[in-house]
């Protein structure tokens, strides 16, 4: 029987620590606002952007959504990015992902200021990152490991293995673990014995966004199994990459799912978007 890690329980206690945080800047004068950009009717980003809206709220960020139609132009969209860029009310920028397909998704991230890229995808954060000396957090790695701290899961010395190399998960996630001294590696559809890797891992991390993916006889008796899959099943309810049912039984933790990562995320973008507040007032992060 593994312990279920309460993602939600763990966000909780970060976006109350958010809020206080928030208070006290609004006491000194300072107030902490999000631009959030959805372009088109993707019914899961609309969810994702929702949730980010009434979690800014609770934790007294002011959120201003842009709503675009599918239709917008790549110049409407980077002219909107601009104007956000200058617009001092606004200390974080967040475009949800994904974007219609005739738009280019890296060009809007390179185009959001550095200052205010508070999902941490632009390439100078992203160096920053791999270099380990950074303001902005990426959101999902920076929770899984919020979670693992929480409940004194030591990285060091361990074999982690992260499924997944994609910019928004995999790549940081692996940087991370390896800033805590972890043996990393990332897996990917062209590894090779993909069993025996994942078999190896003491921490486990599944972002493959396939439902069931990771079952019993890829994990080890006794691992960490951190599930980051948002996925439906084949009767469209929400799961995990993780066979939870089948792979919770050797695990000795495990993420749920809805209740696990998820919510960390959020917890992490507020957090992002306080830094991003602090840095543009000249207070230290
Ligand atoms: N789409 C899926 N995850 C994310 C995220 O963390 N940030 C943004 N902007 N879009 C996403």
Redesign the pocket.
């Known amino acids: 029987m593994a312990v279920i890690l309460d993602g939600k329980a763990v966000s909780a206690k970060v976006k109350e620590e958010v809020r206080a945080e928030v208070a006290a800047l609004n006491e000194k004068g300072v107030s902490v606002g999000l631009a959030v950009i959805i372009v088109g009717n993707n019914p899961a980003s609309r969810t ?1 952007v929702n949730n980010k809206k009434k979690a800014c709220e609770a934790a007294g960020i002011v959120s201003e959504e842009y709503a675009l139609p599918e239709e917008t132009t790549q110049e409407e969209l980077l002219a909107l990015v601009e104007e956000l860029n200058r617009k001092d009310s606004i200390n974080g920028i ?4 994904p974007l219609p397909k005739h738009l280019d998704e890296e060009a809007v991230i390179a185009a959001i200021s550095e200052k205010k890229d508070v ?1 941490a995808f632009h390439a100078v954060n992203v160096g920053h990152i791999m270099i380990g000396d950074y303001a902005f957090l990426p ?2 790695p920076a929770g899984i490991m919020e979670i693992l701290r929480h409940y004194n899961i030591e990285v060091a010395g361990k074999e982690c293995v992260v499924i997944g190399r994609s910019n ?1 998960v995999g790549k940081p996630m692996a940087m991370l673990l390896l800033h805590q001294n972890g043996t990393v590696t990332i897996c990917h559809s062209k590894t090779k014995n993909l069993k025996e890797v994942t078999s190896r891992a003491d921490i486990l991390v599944a972002a493959v966004g396939i439902p069931h993916f990771v079952t019993a006889d890829m994990v080890k008796d006794g691992a960490v199994v951190i599930d980051v899959g948002m996925d439906r099943d084949e009767n469209g309810k929400l799961c995990g990459d993780v066979d939870f049912a089948a792979v919770e039984p050797k695990a000795s933790y495990i993420t749920p799912v809805p209740g696990g990562v998820g919510p960390m ?1 959020i917890a992490t973008l507020l957090k992002n978007t306080v830094t991003a507040a602090k840095l543009q007032n000249g207070l230290d992060k």
């Not at 967040?94 to 992902?97: A, D, P, T, Y």
């Open positions: 994702y967040l475009c949800q992902l999902d959101c999902t928004i995320t």
